[in-house]
């Protein structure tokens, strides 16, 4: 699946919950699921910036391809980050980098996503870039 | 105070949050605006608005006058001796900013300044800086476990090497009310140092007497009591302020300018470089007009009681976390945790019921790093606030700890 097709399966879920409540559980529920961060990579160097709560990125190079471990200390972040980190995980450093989905359009996500540039999932969206233009020529 | 009445005059609280009524308790980050001052604004861009102290003609004069008459309402205001001694400032911050570069200029290496664990970053940061250029030395006023500061702790910091004590008048995490004019007594028994208040709090809230608490400075913040953002005020004793050097260069600043050097004007004007946010100040007055409307007795017996009452309703909410004086009397600000529960959480899952308030660390780090908290969620009240407010606030708190537990 592309990123933009995992795009797509997202909005669609997300668009399935009419009130923001109904959205932020939906993304406690995708918190609940991601739970095999191991401890000791909750150091500074995956630490993203900008987030009001702690946030965790992992990247990690298998055959080409790139996947995110994710993690943090607040539940509507984590699933914010979750989903984030799914949404990336198993597409080339190219494919990352060159794609230009605005999650903050796509997804409906009220306070959570306004496009302040200092904004968590602005800073997610960020970490993942410059790993990713970290590995292309 | 008829709260239902006050309400009306202001057209935010009229609106829905994500379907639900507006429950505005984030006051302490910055107030509401009645009519009174959003249409001063107005009027004055639309009737009046010249550049103030410059113009011969009568947008001008207009302008220059209704801007300096606010010196007047804000002398009344707090008491203040004259109205020279009303320095406007684009806010708390700035007026810290100013206060710590001017006031440490003929400061001597080892010399001290006194604050506390639970100041504030605005009356933190400039002490820091301006002590690592003058090589000053920081020490900090415990705060004990009843959130209140330990002043036989404060007794004993205090010394001739103390230079400046700058302390929250009310702090904006626990409602610690201070007892300003003990330790003014205590300052001058000890040392010479000069005495500001952190007025941010103190000041939207309670009848504040610069002359009766025998304090040196006051800093205010505009956008928390009604008022407009950009404007604050800095009020200081006239024979101090005209021994201090400018901070900012300048515009209205001076008196006379040659290529090699300038004077300075007068207080206050010596220390307000540049054009000076006069629509603002003009708004400020406007809020200051509607709180006297109100008087201040009133406000702060509001205060009082909403505290009261907010404090029980709080307390009996299971699992939470206050952090909030034990006093018989205290600000109606309540920074509160929920042990498993991050406060960034409850705060977006409170906004769901309407409810605003604020999660972070309300630029008060250190504190919340000595009680070992990353982050806090806090509701603070006003005027337009009534036990309503708080009531839907505690089931919103037990609804949301429902899904984020």
Redesign the interface.
């Known amino acids: 699946m592309s990123i933009q097709e995992k795009i797509d399966n997202y909005k669609k879920t997300l668009s399935l919950f009419p009130?923001?409540?109904e959205k932020?559980?939906y993304l406690?529920e995708q918190a609940k699921f991601n739970d095999d961060f191991p401890e000791n990579l909750k150091i500074d160097e995956f630490k993203v910036n900008g987030c009001?709560?702690?946030v965790w990125l992992v990247p990690e190079e298998q055959n080409n391809k790139l996947y995110f471990k994710s993690d943090s200390?607040?539940?509507?972040?984590k699933g914010l980050v979750t989903l984030i980190s799914t949404i990336y995980s198993g597409e080339t450093a190219n494919d990352i980098v060159n794609s230009e989905a605005d999650l903050m359009e796509e997804f409906e996500l009220?306070?959570?996503l306004s496009p302040a540039r200092r904004n968590g999932a602005f800073s997610m969206l960020k970490k993942i870039k410059d790993f990713a233009s970290g590995l292309t020529d | 105070m008829n709260v239902s009445e006050i309400k009306k005059d202001f057209p935010i609280l009229k609106r829905e949050v994500n379907g639900k009524p507006l429950t505005y308790l984030d006051s302490g980050a910055t107030s509401q605006k009645p009519n009174l001052v959003i249409d001063a604004m107005s009027d004055i861009y639309k009737e009046n608005n010249a550049n103030v102290h410059r113009g011969t003609y009568v947008l001008s004069a207009e302008t220059t006058q209704k801007y300096e008459n606010v010196r007047n309402i804000f002398k009344d205001f707090i008491n203040a001796n004259s109205s020279d001694e009303i320095i406007f400032t684009k806010g708390c911050t700035e007026g810290f900013n100013f206060l710590a570069n001017s006031l440490t200029k003929n400061l001597e290496s080892g010399d001290e300044i006194i604050l506390s664990e639970i100041e504030h970053h605005a009356n933190l940061i400039p002490w820091q800086m301006a002590a690592k250029k003058h090589n000053l030395k920081i020490n900090f006023v415990k705060i004990n476990k009843n959130f209140n500061l330990d002043m036989s702790h404060f007794d004993s910091l205090l010394s001739k090497k103390t230079k400046i004590v700058s302390i929250v008048g009310e702090s904006n995490i626990s409602g610690m009310l201070t007892e300003i004019k003990n330790m003014s007594e205590l300052i001058k028994s000890k040392s010479n140092a000069y005495f500001i208040v952190d007025g941010a709090q103190l000041v939207p809230h309670r009848k504040v007497d610069v002359q009766k608490l025998g304090i040196d400075f006051l800093c205010v913040s505009g956008h928390k009591m009604l008022g407009p953002t950009g404007i604050g005020v800095v009020w200081g004793k006239k024979e101090i302020l005209e021994s201090m050097e400018p901070v900012y260069g300048g515009g209205d600043m001076i008196e006379e300018v040659f290529y090699e050097s300038a004077t300075w004007a007068p207080i206050p004007h010596k220390f307000e470089a540049g054009t000076p946010p006069y629509v603002e100040a003009i708004g400020l007055g406007f809020a200051v007009e509607y709180l006297n409307n109100l008087t201040m007795e009133a406000v702060e017996e509001h205060s009082n009681s909403l505290r009261d009452y907010a404090k029980s309703k709080l307390e009996n909410v299971e699992g939470l976390n206050i952090i909030h004086s034990t006093s018989d009397i205290a600000g109606c600000t309540f920074a509160m945790s929920i042990d498993g529960v991050h406060s960034s959480d409850m705060s977006i899952m409170l906004d769901t019921h309407g409810v605003a308030v604020r999660s972070g660390h309300h630029c008060v780090q250190p504190f919340h790093r000595k009680l070992e908290l990353d982050s806090t969620f806090r509701a603070t009240g006003y005027i337009y606030n009534d036990e309503r407010d708080f009531d839907i606030l505690a089931s919103a708190i037990e609804d949301c700890v429902g899904l984020l537990k």
Request: avoid cysteine; charge should be negative.
């Open positions: 009130n923001p409540q932020y559980q406690i009001q709560s702690q200390d607040a539940l509507i972040a009220g306070v959570i």
